[in-house]
């Protein structure tokens, strides 16, 4: 005997199912302040802590909405690396001196001041913080949030944070969580290197947690995206706005928590060409050895290819490259599934091959790695030829920690 559908309420599950979006458009907090929050800012003087992705929905920037608002004054603009319209290049210390931005004076917070003083607040009711980061410990966007933090709370300044999505997802949670005898700019708190939250999760974290100095009197409100959800294929945005010059792209963002470790060896990570962080070499590499150790130890989401470039410095992006002028040989990564692809491991696997393949050819540059990994076990583990695996599981405690202590934090 057949079964009986209800053929009205069929029709109307498929209308459903078929007229929802799978992926609702992402509102970030910026144009939510104007839609919806209006009145946390009205009659205020605002400092703006931001760059060139500080846009909102229509490429407005936020600094001009904001200017635009009758009974809104923006006093400040502070900008983090990279300055105020992203184009310096990476550790270049950025100082504005008389510059203003539509007759509001730029404070540089990556000069000789990383966090705003009690001078640059005198006249700032509010401080505004809307830059977007790519989810690793080590770049540094989250580090001037950090102290701006710090000095609202010791200002008695309350802070609003835009919210925006953390591009490479809000699950990926990876490497050594830093120790604090590591604690730098470019590790600026015990979290590891993908730590999966977005910049307002973060600035919940660092107070709840007392992680800031002044953590008691820090005012803190979040204005968290709509739409936004954790796992990674919602974040491929239809405009990518690079956040620095060399995360040129949302592949590179995916892959730049694994190669940036390179930063701290003699190997080349692809500054110098147009695709830094996606491509790797050095000239004694050969190529077709990296690859085959590589798919030895099964990395999923990626495939590789052999590669020669040659590193040239490149206005804004790169500065005397490691083997400028010459030919490098190596392997340029494809992500094919960032669902699957786990850029810190991968760092890592990559590390262990080529310190395999090359030896004491391989040199690590000890305090500048051991700041991005925050610790110097990796650099022993990586130098004793521990396998990957068993690395690995010497994250786990502290991980499985850090994971049960963020989740109070999450607003997604």
């Known amino acids: 005997m057949k079964p009986k559908y209800n053929r009205s309420l069929l029709v109307i599950l498929l209308i459903y199912i078929f007229s929802t979006p799978i992926n609702a458009q992402i509102i970030n907090g910026a144009d939510l302040l104007f839609s919806e929050n209006l009145n946390l800012i009205s009659g205020k003087k605002v400092g703006v802590v931001c760059n060139h992705t500080s846009l909102l929905a229509d490429r407005k920037h936020l600094v001009d909405a904001l200017i635009e608002q009758k009974d809104v004054t923006v006093k400040t603009i502070f900008t983090p690396e990279h300055g105020f319209k992203g184009s310096s290049e990476a550790g270049e210390k950025v100082e504005y001196k008389n510059n203003l931005y539509k007759n509001i004076p730029i ?50 300044i309350p ?30 708190a015990e979290i590891p290197i993908t730590h999966g939250m977005t910049v307002g999760e973060l600035a ?20 968290q995206c709509n739409n936004w959800k954790r796992e990674i294929p919602n974040q491929f945005y239809s405009k990518w706005n690079s956040p620095s010059p060399n995360i040129n792209s949302l592949e590179t963002a995916l892959i730049y928590p694994g190669t940036c470790l390179l930063e701290g060896t003699n190997i080349s990570e692809g500054r110098g060409t147009r695709f830094p962080f996606l491509q790797i070499g050095a000239p004694f590499f050969k190529a077709e050895d990296i690859i085959e150790k590589l798919e ?11 590669v020669a470039f040659i ?16 030919t490098c040989y190596g392997i340029k990564i494809k992500i094919t ?5 786990e ?48 690395i690995f599981s010497t994250w786990k405690k ?15």
């Open 107 to 156: 404070i540089s917070l990556y000069g000789k001041d990383r966090k705003p003083s009690k001078e640059n607040l005198k006249d700032v009711d509010v401080l505004i913080f809307d830059i977007q980061d790519i989810g690793a410990r080590f770049y540094t966007y989250i580090s001037t949030m950090y102290y701006v933090l710090e000095s609202s709370g010791e200002n008695n």
């Open 159 to 188: 802070v609003i944070i835009l919210d925006r999505p953390n591009p490479i997802g809000g699950n990926y949670v990876d490497g050594p969580v830093l120790d604090p005898n590591y604690k730098s700019f470019v590790g600026i």
């Open 204 to 223: 919940n974290y660092f107070v709840g947690e007392k992680i800031i100095s002044a953590w008691k009197n820090v005012s803190l409100k979040v204005i």
């Open 296 to 306: 030895l130890l099964k990395v999923d989401g990626a495939e590789f290819q052999a």
């Open 311 to 326: 590193p040239q410095g490149i206005p804004e992006m790169a500065t005397n490259p490691k083997f400028e002028g010459k």
């Open 337 to 341: 599934d960032p669902n699957k692809f």
């Open 343 to 390: 850029s810190v491991k991968f760092g890592v696997k990559l590390l262990f091959v080529l310190t395999k393949l090359y030896g004491s050819k391989i040199k690590f540059n000890e305090s500048s790695f051991d700041r991005l990994a925050g610790t110097d076990v990796l650099r022993q583990q990586l130098k004793n030829q521990l396998l990957p695996d068993k």
């Open 398 to 412: 502290e991980l499985t920690k850090f994971d049960k202590n963020k989740k109070p934090y999450l607003l997604y």
